[in-house]
């Protein structure tokens, strides 16, 4: 996606919320072509105003039974409280310590994508689970509908 976006002069930069060396460490096994910046502390994630629903009982029923195969890696959806673990065992990763404490730290922040303009203002945003509600987690937006909002905003070159 990086190398089309590119080409309509639009850059990327992923935000991750883990350390710089837990980043490395994964990203060395799962290469990305997009920058990376690191947000252990999650201050980027809050500044953007991403989302993180209130943990209880109802919030939980609910993911039980929503069922997501947002990679489409799995052969079939399966309930949102186990996508997790699912994934990681066909990824075969398997999770460190640190990932542990940044999931407890994160969790269940919601993934956001955001389009900011050459005067650094926000001009597009995609929160996960906005539009589909919980069948919506870990979607993230194609690059068709990344295409049509920069075009929309005439972001792109």
């Known amino acids: 996606m990086r190398e089309e976006l590119l080409a309509r002069g639009i850059e990327t930069l992923a935000v991750v919320a883990t350390d710089v060396e837990n980043a490395r460490l994964y990203f060395r096994y799962r290469p990305t072509r997009v920058?990376?910046?690191?947000?252990?502390?999650?201050?980027?994630?809050r500044s953007y105003g991403l989302p993180r629903p209130r943990?209880?009982?109802?919030?939980?029923?609910?993911l039980a039974e929503t069922y997501i195969n947002p990679t489409g890696e799995?052969?079939?959806?399966?309930?949102?409280?186990?996508?997790?673990?699912?994934?990681?065992?066909?990824?075969?990763?398997?999770?460190?310590s640190t990932d542990s404490r940044d999931l407890e730290k994160q969790w269940?922040?919601?993934?956001?994508?955001?389009?900011?303009?050459g005067d650094h203002l926000v001009r597009w945003v995609n929160i996960e689970c906005s539009k589909e509600g919980l069948s919506g987690i870990g979607r993230f937006p194609t690059i068709d509908e990344i295409v049509a909002a920069t075009c929309e905003l005439n972001l792109s070159s």
Do not use: C
């Open 35 to 45: 920058p990376i910046a690191s947000d252990p502390d999650l201050i980027i994630h």
């Open 55 to 62: 943990i209880d009982g109802e919030l939980m029923n609910k």
């Open 74 to 96: 799995l052969p079939a959806p399966v309930p949102a409280t186990k996508i997790g673990d699912m994934l990681d065992r066909v990824q075969n990763y398997h999770r460190t």
């Open 108 to 117: 269940p922040m919601l993934r956001g994508q955001f389009l900011v303009d």
